[in-house]
């Protein structure tokens, strides 16, 4: 049972509300009127829960399952357990996704600055503004409607902040430029310089990080990521791009749009992602690269070239995926071969 | 010697009651009433100081060290310097270590709310916890006796933490129940929400992340490390496991009990693992795989199917670690043999 | 253009002043008069702007490039636009951040203690310290004259920073001696116990942990990076060395002087690197090792025995570069001989 202590429900609602909701067609013999009070999974689903069923690999849990409802795929309706409520739609999973939004969306902070929150009085707060407490703000950020800044969260100087933007507890902004609805997690920190050194015959030098951070509408940046500014260039990410945590972003680094970053990934800088990129967990990818749009990094892979649209890749150094899984066989093959020699 | 401005000392302690201490027993020509004030490592150590000797590596050392006593087993004992006094112990290391926390426990945090800390009226403190200055603490909080909450840490709503609890600077706690003599390092960041995004045909969705951190007695959580809420199921880390700087731990993981978690490792979400699981330094693993009790896994492995238990793997992907040494052979012996060819 | 919200301008500078910070000869038909306003890359740059070329790809740029005036090696003057004053130096990249350090340096904090810090009466504050507000800074502690401490930092007791050293946002120190001039970024942790236990034939136990850490002059520390402090030893990084984000270091390493550790590296207890040493992003090192002055070891390669000084070295399990490289390259041979099998 969701546990009430950290989620408030906002149901019940009834079985012919969350067929409307869903667009899924109601069926079996189950109420309409019945009212549901929470989501389950099928396995621990009782008669007032709505559980639901995509895959094939829980039929079983499904024909002994005691929920109330059950969004299902039409192929499996007639395995469906007596007096169930059938919701019948052909994205079970999405639909219970949408389902728990309804019955416990995210809570607003109240609105208002907490008085231990420190606004310089050159800030801009918007409507129905929320300002943690312990929370910095600076002189001349602009900080948009609706928008929450968390318990000790700190707010540099002249920074932007779009409406309806959430951002966790302990995160620091600076030099930056941040869209509306964007969701930045505790810690996270934007905005500092780069590794802000370049060579040359003799030796290392540091280089001004003079660029900002430009982050666009309803982007996620997971706990304790860090994103760098540009060196005299931005650094930007995409609209709708999903960064999770821990994962490493340099300076002038540009991310496309509905990019996937998983955990722990880092990305040296200048290089540049196309749109629709996925990176799975601790890939690597050198500076100054092209990554085109849709490509795919599998994950641990370390990337040292520019790779061209739609490509999938794997390995370190990465190669075209089929070429990493064949790489793979012939490691497992020696790995075998040689069962005698030691 | 250790720094008194960073350590203050419980010593000094006189021989007989370190040998007490220890269950060493005390032979030698050295005086049991001497008063020892400190611990050192051997070629440093001085008349009042204790040192130790388990490894035959440094008998060279031992035979012309000064310190006043020593932690030594019984094999090296006739080659004692004169006048040492000798704690012999078949665990000299382990004993070492016990003097230390003899002479330098852990300085509990004077007890009290500070008054730059926020704490709603509605949470609850047990006895004797310590608030520290610019902490926030939510309504609905409860912090177990004796339980100490640093500098700048943020509380969620609803949080329970057990008793004896120290949490560092600038952590964050949300939707958790902590228990027991946890100690959570600077940094961590406990309960956001997962990674939320699933795919289906229709491409990705968020899924709400309605389910909570469980955290259980004696767990240790290191420095900047990140453990999302679970998405329905919780996130579980069972006691006494142990987690290292910069790990990620995504949402619905379980960790068994007594599990040795080292820096930098990633554990996608839903995988599960069994009690006494090593995972070494940068390793990742993959999401809905089950790890069995007592499996160990090696430095930057990769893992991408589930291990049994009892077994040891290593290499990305994983391969049982027999196998995997053969692979590095093999490929070792690829780098030479193409020697001639470049 | 550089954002001026974000970075004040202490220009303009004619081209004369240019030629004169830089050491760069002004050669051309251009007006050593001319008051430049800002710095732009070749692509963008405009009339009152400054540009560098070094590299030859980007002559053609360079051909039709609008800016006043152009910091350029003397191989590629015959190819200026006409009427671009020209500064003739070996090393335009260098001098072009050289400028842009005049214009934008860094912005000292307004000096004095934010009346919403937190600062024990028992530490010692230099001369123009600047302390901000959430800031806490525990008894004991001393700061140099000119340093800066960042919103809600955490300075832990009987910390020692010396002068002109910056702390970011939310960053935390504790059982530290920080030297002079050091750049500590937002969200690091220093000094926070290490993953302190060890094994013996009865299993693991706890090691306390007294020491310190140790950071000399001139150190740059990346955003949420984390140092471990010594078990007993110090943990020491070494005068001038730059650690990027995201790094973990380890209780008892030392890090030699003018090394450079590349984002997400991760080094094991009580490993010691030389002067000089270049980690590239995502490499782990073991416990224990000794790594020499002058080593490169490449991105994510894993190190698992000492390595010499001057050795460059690279793969998991590293191996000297040219070994690594024909590594490489014989799996690509596999990843494409057995094309046909699959």
Redesign the interface.
């Known amino acids: 049972m ?2 009430p ?3 408030r429900s906002h149901g019940p609602f009834t079985v012919a509300e969350l067929a409307a909701m869903t667009g899924a067609e109601l069926v079996g013999a189950g109420d309409p009127g019945l009212a549901i009070t929470d ?3 099928l396995d621990t689903a009782g008669p007032t829960q709505v559980a639901f069923l ?1 895959n094939r690999r829980y039929l079983s849990g499904f024909r002994s399952c005691r929920a109330g409802a059950c969004l299902v795929a039409p192929e499996f309706v007639p395995q469906a357990p007596e007096g169930m409520a059938l919701l019948v739609t052909p ?1 079970p ?2 639909n219970f ?1 949408r389902i ?2 309804a019955f ?1 969306p995210p809570e607003p902070a109240a609105p208002g600055v ?1 008085p ?1 929150a ?1 606004v310089d009085p050159a800030a801009e707060l918007g409507d129905s503004v929320s300002i ?3 929370a ?1 703000v600076a002189a ?1 950020a602009r900080i948009g409607a609706r928008s929450e800044i ?3 969260v ?1 707010i ?3 920074v932007e902040i779009g409406e309806a933007t959430r951002i ?5 902004v ?2 930056a430029l941040i869209g509306a609805r964007v969701h930045i ?3 996270v ?1 934007i905005g ?2 780069g ?1 802000g ?2 060579m ?3 030796g ?5 990080q ?1 660029g ?1 951070v430009i982050v666009e509408d309803d982007v996620e940046i ?3 990521t ?1 994103i ?1 500014r540009g060196s ?2 931005d650094t930007v990410i995409g609209r709708g791009t ?1 960064i ?3 994962v ?1 972003i ?1 300076h002038n680094v540009v991310v496309g749009r509905g990019c ?1 970053i ?3 990934v ?1 990305i ?1 800088g200048s290089t540049r992602l196309g749109n629709r990129v996925v990176l799975a ?2 890939v ?1 990818v ?1 500076g100054h690269l092209e990554i085109g749009d849709g490509v795919q990094i599998a ?2 892979s ?1 990337v ?1 070239r520019s790779v061209p649209a739609g490509v999938a890749v794997g390995g ?2 990465a ?1 075209p995926i089929r ?10 093959r ?6 005698g ?2």
Chains 1, 2, 3 share one sequence.
């Open positions: 969701t546990d202590r950290f989620f989501l389950a999974p995509e994205r999973r999405r996704a728990g939004q416990f907490h231990a420190v943690g407490p312990g910095v001349g968390g318990p000790n700190v540099g100087e002249a966790g507890a302990g995160a620091s600076s030099h997690y505790p810690g920190r500092q310089p590794f050194f370049e040359d015959a003799d290392p030098f540091m280089v001004p003079l900002r997971g706990a304790n860090t760098d005299g260039p999903m999770d945590n821990l490493q340099g996937i998983v955990a722990q880092g040296s967990g601790q690597g050198a994950a641990k370390g040292n370190a150094p190669v070429e990493f899984r064949r790489q793979i066989a012939a490691i497992k020696l790995g075998r071969r040689s069962e020699d030691t």
